[in-house]
């Protein structure tokens, strides 16, 4: 799919080849050359189009972070009555726990990045506020802070539980935080 240099979509194959390859090897096995393969454009797009490794990954990983909060959107947005907006959470745990392997790997590879690099606890940051805004427009902030917590975390165990827990429990817990 080699195209020509005023290719307008290159620099976006480029960040979702990064995307795939983090999700298949780590960060750590991530390199221009794999990135330009996978992506079939010449080695020299890559730092044509990022400054270098670095600018890459927080690109790539904010592209990957508008994605989940998109998801975030998808299904807190149709909720109308707090009732609905817990469903709409229990949904949203299931959809993610339950969704592509890719983006649980991805999710806790930029963690583990923010855990040692400020620029990267910056972008997480910023997608925890965009999501909490989201859970704020049906919940008071505290509750929109603990309800992303359990999210964060009932996804994680549920996605790596060998028989994750149902709907019920799900609910159950979102009930608990939400309670009055």
Known sequence: MATGHTDPRRRERILAAALELIAEEGVAGVSHRKVATRADVPLGS??????????????AFTRFADHIVAVFERYLGRAETHDQAREAVTDLIHALSEGPRRDLVLAQELYTLAARHPEYRSLTGEWMRRSRRLLERHFDPETARQLDALIEGLTLHRALDDVPHDRALTRRAVDRVTAG
């Open 46 to 59: 890559t730092t044509y189009h990022f400054t270098g490794m670095d600018d890459l990954l927080r690109q």
